[in-house]
């Protein structure tokens, strides 16, 4: 029985990648460890509530006494925890710094006095920075551009250290933009569905050339399990999509799953320091047997009708964020 301690498993990919587990392995014992922040939602994990395989515990990554004790019962971690969204760390860096710094910190010293087997650490393509041509090996430097992704890369550097120091069994992950169910609507594509939905305007920054590699967020997590069953201890491995694309075609493309006018289309003021491309080399993990399933017409329509069915869901949150929402559109979504 493998025994994973799940941080975040209450936000957007920590939640998809729970429900894999438990729906593809019959052997396993999952622990959530989630601060339920604005991000975090229990009702991503409502449907597994009643599988004794799973518990969650309400606490944060940050809290040494919590994690001890969570630590002593696991023998693998996997680490989504994080602050997660670039535009909140370009208002206030402070708990960026907090939690995916010193929180993967704690983790990691956790993990060293109780040995655990394994500590899948989940980082970001973001921490290579922007590349206009080519594409990001592994092995390449870090360069980060905000703090969201500097904090990410902080934290990843970490976690390598305590590799070659302490030899500690880690393992990394950088994967590309995640989309699909359970996204907080804050993130592009979530967000323009739920606006072109209420048919409210859809900020596009700058000139919406900006270019993104997309994978759908099962692809991701078959793609973690993947480096977590036959991923070389020490090692980190790029997880992309395949999918490169321009901000604006996704746009027109969500309008137009949804039927809406391309004139719901709102060009405004661009992100400060916004990495123009992102792009990974995946022959590594690729060499491990794993390719991504969901072709992006197929995952987009997926998302598209998730969000339509799941209205609850998403009208809940976004009207519990009215208040951040008024402050952020002074600051960015004001027009050009
Ligand atoms: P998310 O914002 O949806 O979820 C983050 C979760 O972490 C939330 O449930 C939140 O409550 C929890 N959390 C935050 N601070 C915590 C703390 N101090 N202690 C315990 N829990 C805490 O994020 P996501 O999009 O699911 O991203 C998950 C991970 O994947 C992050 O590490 C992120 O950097 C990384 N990542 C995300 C993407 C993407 O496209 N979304 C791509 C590459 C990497
Ligand atoms: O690349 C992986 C990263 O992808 C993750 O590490 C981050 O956690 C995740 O938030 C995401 O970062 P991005 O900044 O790429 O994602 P976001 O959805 O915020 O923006 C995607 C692109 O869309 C980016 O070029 C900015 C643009 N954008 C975004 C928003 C929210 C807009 O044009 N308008 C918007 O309102």
Not at 157 to 176: D, E, M
Not at 189 to 205: C, E, Q, R, S, V
Not at 228 to 239: D, P, R, S, V
Request: charged letters at 25%; glycine letters at 8%; a negative charge.
């Amino acid at each position: 029985m493998q025994k994973i301690l799940v941080t975040g498993g209450a936000g957007f990919i920590g939640s998809n990648f729970v429900r894999y587990m438990l729906n593809n392995y019959e052997n396993v014992h999952i622990i959530v460890l989630d601060a339920l922040t604005y991000a975090g939602n229990r009702e991503n994990l409502n449907d597994l509530e009643s599988d004794p395989r799973y518990i969650f515990y309400h606490g944060d990554i940050t809290d040494r006494k919590v994690v001890n004790n969570l630590m002593s019962n696991v023998d693998t971690v996997v680490n989504f925890a994080a602050e997660t969204h670039v535009d909140r760390s370009i208002h206030k860096a402070g708990e960026f710094i907090n939690t995916d710094v010193k929180g993967t910190f704690e983790l990691l010293e956790a993990a060293k006095t109780y040995k655990v087997e394994r500590f899948l650490h989940i980082s970001t393509d973001e921490v290579y920075g922007s590349i206009l041509d080519g594409s990001f090996k592994e092995t390449d430097p870090l360069e980060p551009n905000s703090p969201y992704s500097s904090s990410k890369a902080g934290g990843d550097l970490l976690v390598r250290s305590y590799f070659v120091t302490y030899g500690l069994p880690v393992l990394i992950t950088r994967s590309s933009n995640n989309y699909g169910p359970y996204q907080y609507p804050e993130k592009l594509i979530p967000l323009f569905i739920t606006n072109a939905i209420d048919d409210i305007p859809l900020p596009l920054y700058g000139d919406g050339k900006n270019i993104r590699d997309w994978i759908y967020v099962e692809d991701n997590c078959s793609g973690i399990d993947a480096v977590l069953q036959k991923g070389e201890i020490g090692q980190t491995y790029n997880i992309g999509g395949g999918n490169e694309r321009e901000n604006i075609y996704i746009t027109e493309k969500i309008l137009d799953l949804l039927g809406k006018p391309r004139s719901l289309i709102k060009p405004v003021k661009d992100r400060p320091g916004h990495d123009r491309r992102y792009s990974i080399d995946t022959s590594k993990i690729r060499e491990i047997g794993w390719k991504p399933e969901y072709d992006l017409q197929d995952g987009l329509k997926a998302t598209v009708d998730w969000y339509v069915k799941n209205e609850a869901w998403w009208r809940q949150i976004k009207e519990k964020s009215e208040a951040y929402k008024a402050f952020y559109d002074v600051q960015y979504n004001n027009n050009k």
